[in-house]
């Protein structure tokens, strides 16, 4: 073994103990964003464990939550950007936590805490791969390192484009680890290359002043129809959006793209029968099975998160509703633009014949995604084979979304996954936790992503 890789096993081996107790202090602030609970002082504290690991850090005001920058000088004038954010779900419902959320408890080889997988156990385990590194190089980092914390991801990041845009000539980089990463059910690692995008909105109507007595409905107009209708409009039972122009942008997978997941689902064939399992699913939407269920993931969606309408308590309450909304989101595929689709769905509805139908942005985020072929994942898969001991797979694109593209776009990099996680750390749940095994393993794995990272170009 390269003499550098087995000073940081031995560094790691010899003080992971530490690290852990680090990411406890940082698990035991509550910074709640959705909440505004505790949000100032974790930027503060982040601000602090950047410079006591030696990395000079500011504090940025935003709109929102502060966002705290990193930098640490390397030898080559190659920069690796860590994305994390300091911010968590809410802990509720606190009857189901076996400790409490933000006392954070080691038990079973696990750290007990919110936050503890997502996201703070990554950025500590990004700390004590940097620190490892710098030991068993004699104090020097390969390459430069930045780091950008920011505390909305979990409402959304609605100010974190408009940061990057403002501040590319602090962040340029060569590169970017996200926040997320991990192993999979074999114990190998998971790289995700993108997120897709998705459009939030809400959708409203009123017809009436207020609510009328069911026995006018043979003239009164029903919000709760119309709206109904409306949302028929939008697709079709085939699973197809009925948009005009929807799919003028869709990008197809590449063939490259399709391998990698047909080898994913070979590697856990079992994913259609755990869903079914977990979810009660008896048949899949669009009659999807075995592999196509991972291959769908380039498909664009339109799904309802909720509907509301007049009275649904107990009994009847015999009336026509006045109004009506529904909360729609669609998940993008690149290259859709979530304002060209928004658009196009105004257009949609009007020329259906629903003009007083309101359409309301809550959020949205591009679709991004970096090639298979890219030498950072090439990089990140060969090392992660060194760590784990078998092969990754290789994910070209997931079903969520994250503010990868404010990054990607602007910037000019790729974005890999690598970090702490499993298929099970039961984050944005309660009793989430850590694998204090997987900490140890994901700090190797990122040390080694570092090392190699200099020499990439």
Not at 10 to 16: D, F, S
Not at 56 to 76: C, D, F, H
Not at 325 to 332: C, E, H, N, S, Y
Not at 399 to 412: Q, T, V
């Amino acid at each position: 073994m390269d003499p550098v890789l087995a000073g940081v096993d031995a560094y790691l081996e010899q003080h992971l103990s530490k690290y852990i107790e680090e990411t406890a202090r940082y698990c035991a602030q509550p910074s709640v964003s959705a909440q505004g609970e505790g949000m100032a002082a974790c930027a503060q504290l982040v601000r602090e464990m950047l410079m006591q690991h030696g990395i000079a850090a500011e504090q940025y005001e935003t709109k929102g939550n502060p966002i705290v920058v990193g930098r640490l000088q390397g030898k080559s004038g190659r920069t690796l950007l860590f994305y994390n954010h300091y911010d968590v779900q809410p802990p509720e419902p606190l009857e189901l936590w076996t400790t409490p959320p933000f006392e954070p408890k080691v038990r079973d080889g696990k750290l007990f805490a919110r936050g503890a997988k997502d996201d703070k156990g990554e950025l500590v385990a990004r700390l004590a791969a940097i620190d490892a590194l710098r030991d068993a190089n004699g104090g020097d980092m390969p390459c430069s390192v930045l780091f950008v914390v920011e505390g909305e991801e979990e409402i959304s990041s609605p100010h974190i484009a408009e940061f990057v845009l403002e501040h590319k000539d602090i962040l340029r980089c060569h590169g970017s680890i996200w926040e997320e990463g991990g192993i999979g059910r074999d114990g190998q690692p998971e790289l995700v290359l993108g997120p897709r995008g998705i459009l939030a909105v809400e959708i409203s109507l009123q017809t009436l002043s207020r609510d009328a007595h069911s026995g006018g409905g043979h003239i009164m107009p029903s919000a709760a129809w119309r709206l109904v209708w409306a949302l028929a409009s939008l697709k079709g039972r085939d699973e197809r959006v009925r948009i005009p122009g929807f799919y003028d942008a869709v990008q197809s997978p590449a063939p490259l793209d399709l391998e990698m997941l047909d080898q994913a689902f070979a590697k856990d064939p079992g994913v259609e029968e755990q869903l079914r399992r977990t979810y009660g699913v008896v048949q899949f939407a669009a009659g999807r099975s075995g592999k196509d269920l991972l291959r769908a993931v380039f498909e664009p969606t339109c799904n309802i998160q909720g509907i509301g309408s007049g009275y649904q308590g107990p009994g009847v309450k015999t009336i026509v509703p006045a109004q009506a909304r529904a909360k729609v989101d669609f998940r993008l595929v690149p290259d859709q633009d979530p304002e060209d689709i928004l658009e196009k769905l105004r257009r949609h509805l009007t020329q259906e014949g629903f003009p007083d139908v309101e359409v309301r942005l809550l959020g949205w985020m591009r679709p991004s995604r970096t090639p298979v072929d890219d030498p950072l994942v090439q990089l990140t898969q060969r090392t992660g084979r060194e760590v784990y001991g078998g092969e990754a797979t290789i994910l070209p694109l997931t079903g969520g979304s994250s503010p990868e593209y404010a990054f990607a776009g602007p910037l000019g990099i790729p974005i890999v996954t690598a970090g702490v996680g499993y298929w099970d750390n039961r984050a944005h749940a309660p009793n989430e936790h850590v694998r204090i095994e997987d900490f140890h393993q994901a700090a190797r794995h990122i040390a080694r992503i570092l090392y190699g990272f200099a020499d990439l170009g």
